[in-house]
């Protein structure tokens, strides 16, 4: 196996075959630039509908503090890698803390998608992940419809004429939603400062004429932590029953800034599909129902109870219509919900697995009707905690673990290893499972090894920060996580790789801006991955 730098600059084998290269810059010491870890803003990019990633996208930085955001290479050359990830981090000269703020707004626009705007806010050195959706506007996912329209305000943000959109969608009976605010509205940010001059509006509907119907929705069907109406009492968690639609509102001008405020409540409209089921009586809707409406503010990551709207016959075209109002700008979601709990059952794993880095599957059994009500993968290592949220109170829930992982399929057993005892649900109680039989699997080593000529010893404070490797199924380009190495510890172990298989393999040493070295379709046929790596300019 052979892994070369793109610069030709580093040349390296495995034991196989150790390969030497000559330094074309003779005299000159070389050392990899260490990528900045303190702050780093990590945005990964998705099509909810599969399509290629688009290759046009430009990238804006804006905001009060957009002129000390750098990648984290410490320039100023934004890019998003082919892997649709951004990677973003305060200057080395700026101090987070949560006394100042560091803000500032990522822009990512391309020709044909939904312009993304991504407010960020810093208070303190972690890492910030985003993943965001980057929708088409001509494919998108077959439960959304997209629509933008562009419009003005006055310098003190009021709008000198309506400002409304219809979505269109693919055929000429499908649903439609609008957004209409009247003239005179003024549009104030989150701090209540005038949003004007040139805008952009951008709606996103959701309908229910196809399946998944909550796949596209904020929290996947799961509204956590309702806050209630007006100060009122608080619904708590709640689960999606029978939805109606959802409309999610954008508005943001020339800058970048987001509206928020509204002066006077925006008009929602969305076309209802007649064969919806009323939740509270459970006949179809009908002209006059009431349905309940709840907003999501993703910058703050809060769900709100709203004014319920109402359902009318549209006396134009005799479609039923969901009528109600919004006071800001948010995805406000129609749906009738049953309350759910935050936590419980909890089990809690008695294993023979220490620092196992892969996941077992898991089947969650209503213990009383025997049906399954979901499939996932969770860590069983001993001591391990496998938390269930999201469930209606009163009922009783069993835990079935088997012999297969989400890393190389089914193990040496392959079946069901163990079944808990029955837990109730919002009881965090612990509930022991033992899987004591569950054999552990065949562990790989993995070390990178740096030689120096002789008569040389190795630096290592010239040695990358890190090493990130990653690991794929030959020629799919799936790529999955395996093991990180630093300056000290280059030698780490890893159950993920299973003797026989063929994979490829890539490398980082920027944080996984970039992944310079790579090697494909090597076998693994042995417990053991070695690097050694030849390369004078880390050695003394």
């Not at 956590?224 to 619904?235: I, R």
């Not at 022991?432 to 008569?455: I, Q, R, T």
Request: overall charge positive.
């Amino acid at each position: 196996m052979t892994i070369r730098r793109l610069s030709s600059l580093l040349c390296a084998g495995l034991a196989a075959g150790l390969l030497t290269c000559q330094n074309p810059l003779d005299g000159v010491q070389l050392r990899v630039k260490d990528p900045i870890q303190i702050g780093v803003v990590e945005v990964r990019l998705y099509d909810p509908a599969g399509n290629p990633r688009p290759t046009d996208n430009r990238i804006t930085l804006a905001g009060p503090n957009a002129a000390q955001v750098v990648t984290t290479l410490n320039t100023t050359r934004y890019r998003i890698n082919p892997d649709g990830v951004l990677l973003l981090a305060p200057s080395p000269l700026v101090t987070l803390s949560a006394q100042a703020p560091f803000r500032f707004t990522t822009v990512v626009e391309a020709e044909g998608y939904m312009t993304i705007v991504q407010p960020i806010v810093q208070t303190g050195p972690g890492r910030v992940t985003r993943v965001i959706r980057q929708i088409s506007l001509s494919k998108p996912p077959r439960t959304l419809t997209p629509a933008r329209l562009a419009g003005q305000a006055g310098t003190d943000g009021t709008l000198t004429a309506p400002f409304s959109l219809t979505t269109t969608g693919l055929t000429a009976d499908a649903d439609r939603a609008s957004v209409s605010l009247p003239a005179g509205t003024r549009l104030t940010d989150r701090d209540g400062q005038a949003v004007g001059g040139k805008l952009t509006m951008q709606v996103l509907q959701t309908h229910t004429r196809a399946g998944d119907v909550t796949s596209q929705v904020p929290g996947g069907g799961i509204l956590s932590n309702v806050h209630g109406q007006n100060g009122g009492p608080a619904p708590g968690s709640l689960r999606v029953t029978s939805l109606a639609g959802s409309l999610t509102l954008e508005i943001y001008n020339e800058a970048y800034l987001l509206a928020h405020g509204l002066s006077q409540p925006a008009r929602l409209t969305m076309d209802i599909n007649p064969a919806t089921i009323n939740g509270s009586n459970g006949r179809r809707v009908q002209p006059g129902d009431s349905i309940p409406l709840y907003s999501y503010d993703a910058f703050t990551n809060r769900w709100q109870q709203e004014t319920p709207g109402v359902i009318v016959r549209n006396s134009q075209n005799s479609r039923l219509e969901y009528r109600a109002t919004a006071s800001r700008t948010a995805a406000y979601v129609a749906t009738w919900t049953e309350s759910v709990c935050d936590l419980g059952p909890v089990f809690t794993i008695n294993s023979k697995l220490a620092n196992v880095d892969v996941n077992y599957r898991c089947e969650l059994i209503d213990a009383t009707t025997g049906q399954r009500i979901s499939n996932f993968y969770a860590n069983v290592n001993n001591g391990a905690s496998i938390r269930v949220s999201g469930q209606p109170s009163g009922r009783q829930l069993k835990l079935r673990i088997y012999d297969e992982t989400d890393a190389w399929g089914k193990g040496a057993k392959g079946g069901l290893m163990a079944e808990s005892a029955a837990g109730e649900t919002c009881d965090p109680s612990p509930i022991a499972v033992s899987l004591a039989s569950l054999p552990v699997p065949p562990v790989m080593n993995l070390s990178f090894d740096f030689e120096c000529p002789k008569g040389t010893t190795l630096d290592e404070s010239a040695l990358p920060a890190q090493i990130r490797t990653q690991y794929s199924e030959t020629g799919k380009e799936n790529w999955r996580e395996l093991i990180t190495a630093t300056r000290t510890q280059r030698k780490v172990a890893s159950y993920k790789l299973k003797i026989g298989q063929r994979y490829d393999f890539r490398a980082s040493t920027d944080g996984g801006a970039t992944w310079p070295l790579r090697q494909n379709n090597y076998l693994v046929d042995k417990p053991e991955w070695k690097l050694d790596i030849n390369a004078p300019m880390y050695c003394k």
